[in-house]
């Protein structure tokens, strides 16, 4: 069964600043997809970025960039000129992408790092 | 703009009573979706539907049931609530797909308390 860890329950940055929140994933697929969701307080939970495994090249919106590591596992989520906006609980989570269609398209989650942005 | 809507954003409600939290949404998306979200557990998964009148368990179905009777609308209900199902419920809908990178659609949450 495919697993998504985020080691980091909590960080801080200071406002304008760069952080990275970090996400290893397991699985013995080769074919799925990683996102980042972006939950802020009270608000709904919204899709900040996504990545299809079989492209190499790492997705960017915006502020927010990707580091995928495929060999490695690793999924990480850049945020640059860090704002006030960004406070939020970001999630990492995997679905996969192989095999016949099975019913519910089930996105995995990890557990979340709550990012906090001093200002 | 995808809309998934959830009946109400605060509930309180007795033990043992039956409780029913309601799910919309307006994109004609064929899968839908209910989570417990509690903190530092991250987003579990009760159950989950892909058609009209089709469901499956997710990992945490115990002391849960849900309904689909229209493709726009899922049911969850609680059929004994215990304080133990106080928590953060979250419903979302997506494509299906599994060739796609649909994303999932969240509704802005119930928060549920059992006393």
């Known amino acids: 069964a495919q697993t998504v860890t985020q080691s980091q329950p909590e960080m801080s940055v200071q406002e304008a600043e760069t952080v990275t929140l970090s996400c290893t994933y397991d699985?013995?697929?080769?074919?799925?997809?990683l996102f980042w969701y972006k939950q802020p307080p009270s608000r709904q939970m919204i899709l900040v970025i996504r990545q299809e495994a079989y492209k190499q090249q790492n997705a960017t919106e915006n502020r927010f960039s990707v580091n995928f590591q495929k060999a490695a596992k690793s999924f990480s989520l850049k945020i640059s000129d860090s704002q006030l906006g960004d406070a939020a609980m970001y999630f990492c989570?995997?679905?996969?992408?192989?095999?016949?269609?099975?019913?519910?398209?089930?996105?995995?989650f990890g557990k979340g790092t709550r990012l906090h942005i001093l200002p | 703009d995808v809309k998934v809507t959830q009946s109400s954003r605060y509930l309180v409600k007795r033990t043992g009573e039956k409780v029913f939290l309601e799910c919309v949404q307006d994109m004609d998306h064929e899968n839908m979706f209910w989570y417990r979200q509690d903190p530092g557990l991250g987003l579990r998964l009760i159950y989950f539907?892909?058609?009209?009148?089709?469901?499956e368990k997710g990992d945490i179905p115990e002391g849960y049931s849900v309904s689909r009777e229209k493709k726009e609308r899922f049911s969850l209900i609680l059929e004994s609530a215990s304080t133990n199902q106080t928590s953060m419920y979250l419903c979302?809908?997506?494509?299906?797909?599994?060739?796609?990178?649909?994303?999932?659609?969240f509704g802005p949450g119930t928060r549920l308390t059992v006393t």
């Open positions: 989570a995997y679905r996969s992408a192989e095999g016949l269609f099975v019913s519910g398209d089930k996105i995995i």
């Open positions: 539907s892909y058609d009209v009148k089709m469901k």
């Open positions: 699985t013995s697929e080769s074919d799925y997809y």
């Open positions: 979302a809908s997506s494509l299906a797909g599994r060739n796609l990178a649909h994303e999932q659609y």
